[in-house]
């Protein structure tokens, strides 16, 4: 008997191995997408595109979002500034005095500095039409107040997936879930895919220490599954809504940067893919209710 026992339990282990890899290779073929991403190249164009927001005695993140000669534009939250005086610190460690141009645009937190400078630096591409999913990969970076898990220059990049994709937004905007370790001080900084996209802003990290409801923008409450999974969820605003927002005010850059090199460091994403995916179906069934 114990080595029947013995016998079901290894013949159902191997069976379980089986079949995970089965469907891993399932999703990786059938998904018809590249999972092989350049990081080296990502960690150096996020932070070319990425500035410091220094608001009076706090901070913040930013993405150079448009150049227009020696002006150029930052794209942040607005509730990263909370001061009178703005100033914007880029990869060259040249801090530049801001002016802030629009906030809070359709209550959206979001927010736009603009400031002068003679160097030349890098934007970033939005991707307002880009199709994103549940499951894909991300990229987010800022400069968190907290030190221990950044560059020298107090940069943090970080890699993970998108966890929940609301139709409805939450308050302030919020629409793109994800499960990068967003930290306080990270507000405003750039959420890329992995060609080096910016398909969203950071402005929310998971599991708030008051912890309570994010109510949807319109005030009324997501249902209890997806509260779970927003509770649990870092929190960016859509490249489309950036562009709804301030496409008529600025002239942004759509023009595709490609970082994908199968040459350097794979991230497997095709079987985390799939259970992103099935616990954002999960969690949505109870709007269907």
Not at 10 to 21: A, P, Y
Not at 53 to 61: E, H, K, L, P
Not at 93 to 112: K, M, P, W
Not at 142 to 161: L, S, V
């Given at each position: 008997m114990l080595f029947l026992v013995r016998f079901l339990t290894l013949f159902l282990l191997t069976f379980v191995i089986v079949q995970s890899r089965a469907i891993d290779a399932a999703v990786a073929s059938n998904s018809g997408e590249e999972t092989t991403i350049n990081v080296a190249a990502l960690k150096t164009y996020s932070r070319q595109i990425s500035v410091k927001v220094i608001a009076g005695d706090t901070s913040g993140s930013g993405v150079l979002i448009q150049r227009q000669g020696h002006l150029y534009s930052v794209i942040t939250n607005a509730h990263v500034l909370q001061s009178a005086s703005y100033q914007v610190q880029t990869v060259d460690g040249q801090i530049y005095s801001a002016t802030r141009l629009a906030a809070n645009v359709q209550d959206n937190d979001l927010a736009v500095l603009q400031?002068?400078?003679?160097?030349?630096?890098?934007?970033?591409?939005?991707?307002?039409?880009?199709?994103?999913?549940?499951?894909?990969?991300?990229?987010?970076?800022?400069?968190?107040?907290?030190?221990?898990?950044?560059?020298?220059?107090?940069?943090?990049?970080?890699?993970?997936?998108?966890?929940l994709l609301l139709n409805t937004p939450l308050q302030g905007g919020y629409q793109l879930g994800y499960t990068n370790a967003i930290e306080k001080g990270m507000s405003g900084g750039a959420v890329l895919n992995e060609r080096g996209y910016l398909i969203g802003v950071n402005g929310v990290h998971a599991r708030p220490i008051l912890g309570g409801s994010r109510n949807y923008q319109d005030g009324s409450q997501p249902c209890l599954p997806i509260q779970r999974l927003v509770f649990r969820s870092s929190w960016a605003l859509p490249a489309d809504t950036i562009f709804s927002v301030f496409g008529s005010l600025l002239a942004l850059q759509i023009a595709p940067p490609l970082f994908v090199d199968p040459a350097d460091k794979q991230f497997d994403v095709s079987w985390h893919r799939l259970q992103m995916q099935q616990n954002a179906a999960i969690a949505k069934q109870c709007q269907d209710m």
């Amino acid at each position: 008997m114990l080595f029947l026992v013995r016998f079901l339990t290894l013949f159902l282990l191997t069976f379980v191995i089986v079949q995970s890899r089965a469907i891993d290779a399932a999703v990786a073929s059938n998904s018809g997408e590249e999972t092989t991403i350049n990081v080296a190249a990502l960690k150096t164009y996020s932070r070319q595109i990425s500035v410091k927001v220094i608001a009076g005695d706090t901070s913040g993140s930013g993405v150079l979002i448009q150049r227009q000669g020696h002006l150029y534009s930052v794209i942040t939250n607005a509730h990263v500034l909370q001061s009178a005086s703005y100033q914007v610190q880029t990869v060259d460690g040249q801090i530049y005095s801001a002016t802030r141009l629009a906030a809070n645009v359709q209550d959206n937190d979001l927010a736009v500095l603009q400031f002068q400078a003679a160097r030349s630096y890098i934007v970033a591409t939005l991707a307002p039409d880009l199709e994103v999913q549940e499951g894909d990969l991300v990229i987010a970076v800022g400069f968190p107040f907290n030190r221990r898990h950044t560059d020298a220059t107090g940069f943090k990049f970080t890699q993970g997936q998108i966890s929940l994709l609301l139709n409805t937004p939450l308050q302030g905007g919020y629409q793109l879930g994800y499960t990068n370790a967003i930290e306080k001080g990270m507000s405003g900084g750039a959420v890329l895919n992995e060609r080096g996209y910016l398909i969203g802003v950071n402005g929310v990290h998971a599991r708030p220490i008051l912890g309570g409801s994010r109510n949807y923008q319109d005030g009324s409450q997501p249902c209890l599954p997806i509260q779970r999974l927003v509770f649990r969820s870092s929190w960016a605003l859509p490249a489309d809504t950036i562009f709804s927002v301030f496409g008529s005010l600025l002239a942004l850059q759509i023009a595709p940067p490609l970082f994908v090199d199968p040459a350097d460091k794979q991230f497997d994403v095709s079987w985390h893919r799939l259970q992103m995916q099935q616990n954002a179906a999960i969690a949505k069934q109870c709007q269907d209710m």
